[in-house]
């Protein structure tokens, strides 16, 4: 095993110091070709086809290709393709790639790892016969270029040693560098550009398409619109002497030539306006920018701009409406302004959007809207122009050169006809970030097969449950089941004399299946949350988990982690403690058919008189958390009624809060305490926990503002104080008015959030919308990857498992947090998206005249809330006829005054005008402005009665934190 | 998964060598001549000279009854590191691999031998990459055989580490600098590979007790890898200018 | 240094040698001992020698680190000489024991390459008054058999030879603040000018004579010995056309110190430092020979040192 190698040095010279790296050459790297004779190979290490059937006409005889790491950057969508087959990485690229594009360097592992695309990596660096060493006064990559040809050349050596009789292959190699084609040619090595090679293959028309646009355009002669980027090391220089400054740009949502970029060295954002002054940055870059003298500032131009729908070609049209408007009168209003002069990092992603077909018919050049308003768009080159434009497409940006209008991109693929809910669903994932494959083979693999029983070892391994009535109670339609409960009397008094309960909370022992490490384990770690659209669920975990094995399905026998408590009748804990557990859930009932249950007095069986015992449990423990300062929040979300055929939604429904939604809620509640106390116990430095920052004084100021105005002093000082003055903030005769006043206490608070224990100080681990010291999710391991998390910790502290190395990493723990944050952060983005998709589709041909309360008032609209939809929008108001009060926030029109928790009642239609963004438009109706309102001829249709306005709307699951969930409502 | 990639995913390491191979080790014996024994010991780019001296009468306050008391020194060149040290030795760090050493080779040399004297054994770290403690540990060995001092076995030391592999956890054995700096764990093993004993055993960072054996027994193979090369370089250093006849006349 | 046993007709025979210019290992007066001299055995320093002379052994690694210049020299570089006596050497260099001989070696040298005519400071002078190179030279003393000094001298003009510093290009920025930027290519650096640095030269009185090149018992033999520190020349140290375009200097005396117990006449000590001039110019241009010799062989045949595999 250990023949020696010829050693090698690389010197590096870091700052000052002289580094030194070993570097083994090697002599037992495989070629990977099944046309070698020579390698060692092993059957399944042979990835190279012997018969590399050529695709391309311009090689009509078999070959391998060699990419060149541009290639790889550019052209990966290409690579993606399933046309380019039998391809060689070689370990420079690979390197190089990774080096510069992490997500290109994901993108192409993952192709390597498909078995079926015969993509090798060759470890050319260290094998002893491809490795080159830099000469004096060469450059990094002419050496790495030099490194590629060599691999070439030893490849197409030792593959003609068994080119006798029999075909073997050929190296192609593929580069746009045309110096390197020149070299490469003399060299004798057969090469060809990327264009050439995939304009002439058969097969595959889409493949053209893909073609990125990366490619010094022919026609430079064309005179360039925008001003150059500095370059990389006049930017660093820039930035090091404070004449430059880095930010990240955001582009203004309603002014396509505005943007902003936050700056450390100014406290306000920095405006950039107008072509130059953005300079082809596109939202979410990372640019240099230089900041004008004082005298140059502007204020932000308050209007509304939308990119024109015709291609205005290369031509940068005049930006004199935006100058002129902008013109500053006072000088507080100012902000400092500047223009972009370098982009240090693009953020460039695939955007959906659909294609505004060219009007010349069989153009190629086409122009694409992406679905995000902040991004630019896009020049896409395509022969499919027809086919797509009725299709919502996904487009990559490729490069934004200096004589170009609009950036260039390439065509991805299409995800399927415009207004079609599969592909608005799509684009709701896709721009969320949320990963929707369908599990990978890897990951079913883990899986149990289908027919699984739970062995008899194990059994003997747990606590057995199943002789207890235990029931589980969950919404309607609910097939991933994640918890159940139950409660009996036990013998014994306490020494008060109060009679004691055993209480148990049961939840789905997901990790016994999902193991860690496994591919199973990564794939959910990944998607961290399932993801609940309207009319779909993405699951964290396949289905044969979600919805059967893990599933605390009634009359089943199902594995648990349970969590059992001994209370007294006051609800005060005696004792805790957590098993694994095997259980036989007797019912698995709906919240109704639980209510039902406890009210039927004339029911005396054993799972009526659990749920009593629970539920008055329950109260007891709601009051006391209540009196603790925890506050009931409210968000104004609403279920649809689904077609059952079409699944379009035909009507919204307010659920009815049954004294059982609570009841579930308050034990979770206090499992999660529970198990949040056990967990920073034992781990003081990586327990998985949650929490909630109190929110600071400065979000509440329009809130009170508002509240004073309907006559309310509001205590914001504890939660408790809050949560009291809240109680008392009620209006009779308007009962909307507290819930209304709730839903805005909501978008006053914080983000809660998941950390590992060792990063924060013992006092910020406080839940402030809870008001408990210490909190995690333990209940939902089916749907939430921090639970199953919290089931290894605890299962490692109660000697149920044993633990794994990276749950007691902190590093890991902490990127952790960050993914979990970020998903689901992500998931209720794409929730709400679809919710406002949906509500779309209810409207498409309906117009109503609803009630609706003023949120905020704005210069120039009301931000109003239509309760039975828990739609918001804005609802426009002319300057000509509406003064807006600045100090007071209110809009005036003669004897009108419109102020924020007003109630009006509003007409609601959908524009369907553009279809990229359908919007629904909200036009006043009462009070009544003579010119402006919308007059309805029966004034009393469609009057809804405030009493029938949701009194407080129930979250879709019924999810511990339900109310706080939500408050991330803020747009 | 926990720790930088120190394994491609055509599972070489950062250097190239694959998961179980030892840097390559280069030595000589007798490079000195004052001393009783010297030796030259590199593997990778981590070089060390020993010298032993003795076994001679022991300072009177070390003396003892029971056998020959080891005497190390380990002090490093202010060279040898990347970033220039300013003290060759006496800084906590010199004194406690010191310490590590006198145990390791305490545990080889068949100390009853000689009651009352004492070894001195130096060791000098020429340049450091990784594993200067093992690298000293082999070349005192080789130092020691090369003063003639009686050992029950060949010491060598060997260290390991942990990394990551298409989810399968993979031991790394003889750990360079590189990654060592990675922050993962590193397992040093002084052991008797002929014996299978273990003279001393260190580990920095974390490492979960469900690795703990396969990286320990990752570390014992690169001791016995590590006997072997030293035992075919204490043949070849002897036989070296012995010709047949020689070999004849003794 | 070694404790030798020598006995005092061993003695005699040693000094009656001197005195008739036939030493015991037969060389002369003026004769050096064989010696081996190896460079780039270090690979992490920047420049590094090996020298055996006999039974010496010394091994030089030189580092480099940026600093800034002392205000009253804006223009120069530094240079630091470090010496530790390993305990490989004797067991009396253990811990702190080697420390006075160390540190009289290491001033020696430091007075040595102190003037400008011995090393060219400005060499390393990066941005006047705000960056410049501080080279350390560390030497390490592995095996000692007599006439240190020599050694050490002739090991470090070897090391600094081989010495490589990377090009650094140095931008005052605002603020006075200095931005160094560095070449990606490892290729990119120069060789410092080290042709006048000085060698040390140890003349032994031995009886009424002075000897080069004591052995550890000629050493043991004599009372006092001067050491000279002379200036080389840096023609020796050129190769091919660059030889045309560099002036002959003058060898000069850039230090004289003296060790031991006894006393010298001035005469004796005249004639010791001439006789040490010559023995220095030999040496030295032996030296520059010998290291072009292996500059040449390093980038023609790619060698890598041998260390001591040797």
Known sequence: MWTSKTFLYKTKRGNILKIVREHYLRDDLLCGSGACKTCPHKDDEIVLMSQAESICALFDYPHYLVLDTNVVLHQIDVLEEDALTNVIILQTVLEEVKHQNTAIFQRLLEIIGNKRRKFYSFVNEHHKDTYVERNPGEKQNDRNDRAIRRAVAWYEAHLSINRVNIESPRVVLLTDDENNRKIAQDEGIICCSVKDYVENVNGFPGLVDKLSKNVIPENCSKDALYPAHLTPTQIHAGIRNGKLYQGIFHASRDNFLEGSVVVNAFEKSILLQGHIGINRAVDGDTVAIEIFPEEEWRKPSDIVLEDKSEDPGDLLEEETVLLKSTKTNSNDEVTPTGKVVGIIKRKWRQYCGILMPSRLPGATRHLFTPAEKRIPRVRIETRQSDVLASQRILVALDSWPRNSRYPLGHFVRALGPIGDKDAENEVILLEHDVPHARFSEAVLACLPPNDWTI??????????????????????????????????????????????????????DVTYFVRPNTALDKEAASRSTTVYLVDRRIDMVPDLLSSNLCSLRGGEERLAFSCVWEVDENANILSTKFHKSVIKSAAA????????????????????????????????????????????????????????????????????????????????????????????????????????????????????????????????????????????????????????????????????????????AQEDFYHYGLACPIYTHFTSPIRRYADVIVHRLLAACVGCDVTHASLLDNKAADALCDNLNYRHRQAQYAGRASVALNTHILFRNRVEIESAVVLAVKRNALQVLIPKYGLEGPLYLPSDKFTYNDEEHVQICGKVILKTFDELTVRLSLDSSNLQHRKLIFQLVKPYVPDFSYKVEDMDVEFVEESDLPQKIEKKRKGTEAKLSKKSKKK | MPGPDLLSSQGLRLDGRRPNELRRIRCKMGVFTQPDGSAYLEQGNTKVLAAVYGPHQAAKSKSSTEGVVVNCQYSMATFSTGERKNRPRGDRKSQEMSLHLRQALTAAIKTELYPRSQIDVYVEVLQADGGAYCVCVNAATLALIDAGIPLRAYACACSASMAWHGGQPEPLVDVGHVEEAAGGVVLTVASLPSTENIALLEMSHRLHMDYFDVVLSRAMQGCRDIEVILDKAVREHLAEGWTKEDVVTI | ????????????????????????????????????????????????????????????????????????????????????CS????????????????????????????????????????????????????????????????????????????????????????????????????????????????????????????????????????????????????????????????????????????????????????????????????????????????????????????????
């Open chain 1, 589 to 760: 009932m709906t919240y109704e058919e639980a209510q039902i249950a406890i009210d039927d007095e004339s029911r005396k069986d054993e799972i009526a008189s659990s749920l009593r015992v629970l539920n008055s449990l329950a109260k007891k423990l709601k009051r006391r958390r209540l009196d603790n300062g925890a506050l009931l929040l409210a968000s104004p979300e609403i279920r649809f009624q689904v077609d059952s055929e079409t699944h379009d939604p035909v009507e919204v429904q307010a659920k009815k809060l049954m004294d059982t939604n609570s009841m579930v809620e308050e034990f979770m509640l206090l499992a999660n305490i529970s198990v949040a106390q056990r967990l920073a116990a034992e781990y003081p430095q990586c327990a998985l926990l949650r929490r909630h920052p109190a929110p600071p004084p400065v979000n509440f100021v329009n809130f009170l503002k508002a509240a004073r105005q309907q006559g309310f002093e509001l205590d914001v000082s504890t939660n408790k104080s809050f949560s009291k003055s809240l109680d008392e903030a009620v209006i009779p005769g308007r009962p909307y008015f507290n819930t209304l006043l709730r839903i805005m206490a909501t978008r006053c608070m914080q983000q809660a959030v998941y950390f590992s224990s060792g990063t924060c």
């Open chain 3, 87 to 310: 305990a490989n050497a004797t067991p009396e260099f253990e811990g702190r024991g080697g420390e006075q001989l160390a540190n009289s070696i290491s001033n020696m040298m430091q007075r040595a390459y102190q003037s400008s005519q011995a090393f060219e400071l400005k060499q390393l002078c990066i941005l006047e008054g705000k960056q410049c190179w501080k080279l350390y030279i560390d030497i390490l003393i592995l095996e000692s058999g007599g006439n240190l000094y020599d050694a050490v001298s002739l090991a470090v003009k070897a090391a600094l030879f081989n010495t490589r510093i990377p090009f650094v290009k140095a931008v005052l920025m605002d603020g006075g603040n200095v931005d160094l930027q560095l070449s990606d290519d490892p290729y990119d650096c120069k060789h410092l000018d080290v042709g006048c640095a000085p060698l040390l030269i140890t003349l032994c009185k031995i009886g009424d004579k002075c000897v080069v090149d004591p052995s550890a018992e000629e050493e043991s033999c004599s009372v006092i010995s001067v050491v000279v520190g002379v200036t080389g020349n840096t023609k020796s140290y050129c190769s091919g056309k660059e030889i045309d375009s560099v002036k002959s200097l003058e060898r000069k005396c850039s230090t004289i110190g003296m060790n031991g117990s006894g006393s010298l006449a001035p005469q004796t000590l005249q004639s010791a430092i001439m006789q040490g001039m010559v023995a220095a110019e030999s040496l030295d241009e032996a030296l520059g020979q010998a290291l072009l010799r292996e500059r040449q062989e390093n980038v023609i045949l790619k060698k890598h040192a041998y260390g001591f595999l040797k």
């Open chain 1, 455 to 508: 062995p008899k070892e194990e059994i003997n391994k747990r606590v057995d449950l199943r002789p207890i009535c235990i029931c589980s109670v969950d919404p309607p339609g609910c097939t991933d089941i994640d918890d159940a409960l139950h409660a009996r009397r036990i013998k014994g008094t306490t020494d008060d004399g109060l009679k004691k309960y055993e209480v148990g909370v049961h939840i789905a």
């Open chain 3, 1 to 84: 240094m070694a404790d030798l046993l020598l006995s005092s007709t061993e003695k005699i025979f040693i000094v009656h040698g001197v005195q008739d210019d036939y030493r015991s290992d037969g060389r002369s007066n003026i004769d050096y001992r064989p010696m081996e001299l190896e460079t780039e055995v270090v690979s992490h320093a920047s420049g590094s020698a090996r020298l055996r002379l006999a039974n010496t052994d010394v091994l030089v690694g030189v580092k480099t680190e940026i600093d800034t210049p002392k205000p009253d020299q804006p223009g120069l570089g530094k240079i630091e000489f470090f010496v530790d």
